[in-house]
């Protein structure tokens, strides 16, 4: 199994650009998380996935910050107009079914200049 | 909504020694609570699950205990090495949905020879 794949690992964006995020969650997989890690605000839930379908948005920014899973091998988080306070470590998750344990990606850093 | 609050900040002990770190949260309906650990620059490394019929759970090298009374989780690290160096988060699946995970603000634990 090769757990959640998570690209690119490193973003490297100018302030108002577009950032596109990648994740791949584990086969089998029905449920996808999104958190951001910084160090001032730790680890915040983002949204999440259930079958494809948005369940929970409540931790996404209202503007800017996008999520879909068009299929179930893959979800992206888009920010447009990226602004220096988006840089973060952005961590995707999968669960096999929704409140079981969550396996975390290895994370894409970006990093808004 | 739920908020998870985790002592203390930082912990450093010698080789052998126990290494200890609790949380407690506020949501009484909480239901799911994992420990994870983060290597330097690495992902969440899930250690522990424990459900609300668990009291206490032995891991390889560490103990959970879970007291739904005053809504404490707490891990113990017995024989603490080297390699156990490393920052730990407990997180505490929300009351309501049983989804997203509230994580605790982190123990950066430092193992010395």
């Known amino acids: 199994n090769a757990g959640v794949i998570q690209t690119p690992r490193h973003k490297v964006t100018g302030k108002g650009q577009e950032a596109t995020l990648w994740c791949e969650p584990i086969s089998g997989h029905s449920a996808v998380f999104w958190y951001r890690q910084t160090i001032v605000q730790g680890l915040e839930f983002l949204t999440y996935?259930?079958?494809?379908?948005?369940?929970?948005d409540s931790g996404m920014p209202k503007e800017r910050f996008s999520a879909q899973m068009p299929n179930q091998s893959h979800s992206t988080l888009k920010i447009q107009s990226t602004q220096p306070q988006d840089s973060a470590v952005y961590l995707c998750?999968?669960?096999?079914?929704?409140?079981?344990?969550?396996?975390f990606g290895p994370g894409t850093r970006l990093t808004v200049l | 909504g739920e908020q998870v609050e985790q002592r203390p900040p930082h912990l450093s002990v010698r080789e052998g020694d126990s290494a200890f770190i609790t949380c407690t949260y506020t949501d009484p309906n909480s239901y799911y609570f994992f420990w994870y650990k983060q290597e330097p620059g690495a992902s969440l490394q899930l250690l522990m699950k424990?459900?609300?019929?668990?009291e206490i759970n032995e891991g390889q090298g560490f103990t959970v205990l879970l007291n739904k009374k005053d809504k404490r989780l707490s891990l113990n690290l017995t024989a603490a090495h080297p390699g156990d160096s490393a920052a730990y988060f407990c997180a505490v699946s929300d009351g309501g949905s049983g989804n997203k995970l509230i994580f605790g603000t982190g123990t950066l634990l430092s193992v010395k020879p």
């Open positions: 996935f259930r079958n494809q379908a948005p369940i929970d």
């Open positions: 424990v459900f609300s019929s668990t």
């Open positions: 998750a999968s669960s096999l079914e929704s409140g079981y344990e969550q396996y």
